[in-house]
Structures are given as structure tokens and as C-alpha cells.
């Protein structure tokens, strides 16, 4: 059974997840929707849901949101494989060009080393494999992660050379190695 935590501990999961058949969820529930359900059925679900939260594949266009994102409590964004980043990015622009503040969760098949760049890009959540886990993506979270770039989860931290400003390149040495 896969374990829940948020960048600091263990949580609950509240939520219900809508598997073609409205008949398991509840009036009242927190119900967690693909996309597509909940574009064709909007005021239905906003009736009978008591939270609404909106579940992504990789191949789903966060942008889809965007009329609803004031709505919704929470994005999940599953991951088919490790080895696919898209959800990284999902994560990414849902923070950073659609102005999403609610939390995103990372579902699926996501390694506990990943968790602290999943952190960067903007989720809140992660749903791992196990307990074992669970307690090494925390022990990770724990520890700051070195960054040039400013991201979702706060300023760089490492100074970039010349006080953050780029110098002006110099003409290439003949060798192509390029002095800054």
C-alpha cells in the first residue's frame, strides 16, 4: 500500500478516486477526477464533491486547468515510469505560468531520490511505494539541495560568479575554450 507524505511527515489521504463509476464515491467526499471527467460533468461533480481535486496523466496540457484552478484542492500527477519527466514540468508551469497555490501530489512511480527535485518543481505531495520509502524521501527533504536557479520551493542558494551578474564574454582563445 503506498504511503502519503507531505515535506515534512506522514498524512492522511482523504481522497476518493474516481475509477469510471461514480457508484464508490459519496456525496460529500473528497473526489479526486481525471480530467475529462470533470470537464464534461463540471456542475455535477461541483454539486455531489465536497473537494474537488483533478488527477493528470503525463500526456494531459496542465494549461486545461486554468479555468478551474480556484476550484480545485488539489492536482495529482501520475507518473507511468521514473524515467518520465513530464511530470516535472506539469508541475512546473501549473506553479509558474498558471499561478497554481494549491498542493500537487506526485503519484505513481516516483523513487525516493526523486522527491527533492519533485519538491523544486512544485509538488507538496508524494505518494511512495512503501513506508521504507516514505522515511528516505524525508530524510531527503531534510536536507537543503544546492541550486543556481530560483524555483517553487525558494531562492537559489548558491551564488552565481561575479555577485549573480554575468560578465561579458572575451574573445575565444584558439584553444575554444571560452574566458568569462
Known amino acids: 500500500m503506498p504511503t502519503l507524505i507531505d515535506t515534512r511527515s506522514r498524512i492522511a489521504d482523504t481522497w476518493s478516486r474516481y475509477d469510471g463509476s461514480a457508484n464508490g464515491l459519496e456525496p460529500g467526499a473528497d473526489c479526486l477526477l481525471p480530467i475529462e471527467e470533470y470537464a464534461e460533468r463540471t456542475q455535477v461533480w461541483r454539486g455531489h464533491a465536497r473537494r474537488i481535486g483533478i488527477a493528470l496523466s503525463a500526456t494531459d496540457d496542465p494549461a486545461r486547468l486554468a479555468p478551474w484552478l480556484a476550484d480545485l484542492a488539489l ?24 499561478d497554481y497555490r494549491g498542493p500537487i501530489r506526485a503519484s505513481g512511480t516516483i ?70
Not at 492536482?75 to 498558471?98: E, H, I, K, N
Not at 519538491?119 to 522515511?135: I, K, M, V
Not at 524521501?137 to 531562492?155: E, F, I, K
Open 111 to 180: 523513487l525516493p531520490d526523486q522527491v527533492p527535485m519533485l519538491h523544486r518543481c512544485g509538488f507538496t505531495e508524494f505518494e511512495l511505494a512503501s513506508a521504507t520509502d516514505a522515511q528516505t524521501a524525508l530524510r531527503l527533504l531534510a536536507q537543503p539541495l544546492p541550486s543556481y536557479q530560483r524555483a517553487s520551493d525558494g531562492p537559489a542558494v548558491i551564488p552565481m560568479p561575479g555577485n549573480g551578474r554575468l560578465r561579458a564574454l572575451s574573445a575565444a582563445p584558439s584553444r575554444g575554450a571560452v574566458r568569462v
Open 75 to 98: 492536482v495529482v500527477v501520475d507518473f507511468a515510469a521514473f524515467t518520465d519527466g513530464r511530470g516535472f514540468s506539469q508541475a512546473r508551469l501549473l506553479r509558474s505560468r498558471l
